[in-house]
């Protein structure tokens, strides 16, 4: 079964920092693509990460660009999101997310909250 956890959210400060883990199981994990997503309260969900399957190529949503960082390790089936210089609007539950060929599979989400 396709499984993918979340874990690391929390609440930070402004200018703080946080780096999220997702586990993946049930499929060749280092085959496909990973990416994280976040949806704030009232808003669409939105992509913030892109990853290929090697790890040679990454791609950011404008507004995390400079400041979050995706990678993986495929020996441990773990795509990270390491953010830096973390600003209230990045206040959102974050997801990650594969497409295999039945369609998505979405994690459970972590929350992750920067207030002051």
């Known amino acids: 079964q396709v499984q993918l956890v979340e874990s690391g959210g929390g609440l930070v400060q402004p200018g703080g920092s946080l780096r999220l883990s997702c586990a993946a199981s049930?499929?060749?994990?280092?085959?496909?693509?990973m990416s994280w997503y976040r949806q704030a309260p009232g808003k669409e969900r939105e992509l913030v990460a892109l990853?290929?399957?090697?790890?040679?190529?990454?791609n950011y949503a404008d507004s995390v660009k400079g400041r979050f960082t995706i990678s993986r390790d495929n020996a441990k089936r773990t795509v990270y999101l390491q953010m830096n210089s973390l600003k209230p609007e990045d206040t959102a539950v974050y997801y990650c997310?594969?497409?295999?060929?039945?369609?998505?599979?979405w994690g459970q989400g972590t929350q992750v909250t920067v207030s002051s």
């Open positions: 997310k594969v497409v295999l060929r039945i369609g998505p599979n």
């Open positions: 049930g499929f060749t994990f280092s085959s496909y693509p």
């Open positions: 990853i290929t399957s090697g790890g040679t190529s990454t």
